[in-house]
């Protein structure tokens, strides 16, 4: 992907840059093979090359979704903040994205396995 932005930048009229579905398939596939570190440094990388110009459509929600998919299914103890932190960054992004029933499931799904029933509650509430 990093290579289909850089071919757009130096030739745009001959390279296309990567849509969405390029780079959800790759965030995708980090989570699952459980490699949810990668995931956000792809998300943080797409974001900052949408905002400087580079992609002409951001990450939307299935992109987010992947990678709070990766990051509920890791091993990290910070797994909830980071979930949560991504799920705010969608709503409060310069473009707003609307979280959905995927990434509801998957922030559910994160706090299960971690015990935080009263987190669970409260999201249902939510």
């Not at 959800?24 to 490699?35: D, I, K, P």
């Not at 580079?54 to 910070?78: F, K, T």
């Amino acid at each position: 992907l990093k290579g289909m932005v850089q071919n757009h930048k130096q030739l745009p009229i001959q390279n296309k840059p990567p849509n969405p579905i390029h780079y959800t398939a790759v965030l995708n596939s980090f989570a699952r093979r459980g490699m949810a570190s990668e995931a956000e440094q792809l998300l943080q990388y797409l974001r900052e090359q949408h905002n400087a110009g580079n992609l002409e459509e951001g990450p939307g929600s299935a992109a987010y979704n992947c990678v709070i998919n990766a990051i509920a299914q890791s091993d990290d103890r910070d797994a909830p903040q980071k979930a949560w932190a991504l799920v705010e960054s969608m709503e409060k992004g310069p473009v707003e994205i609307q979280p959905d029933a995927v990434t509801f499931g998957s922030l559910l799904n994160c706090y299960a396995k971690r015990g935080l029933s009263i987190k669970a509650e409260q999201l249902l509430r939510r």
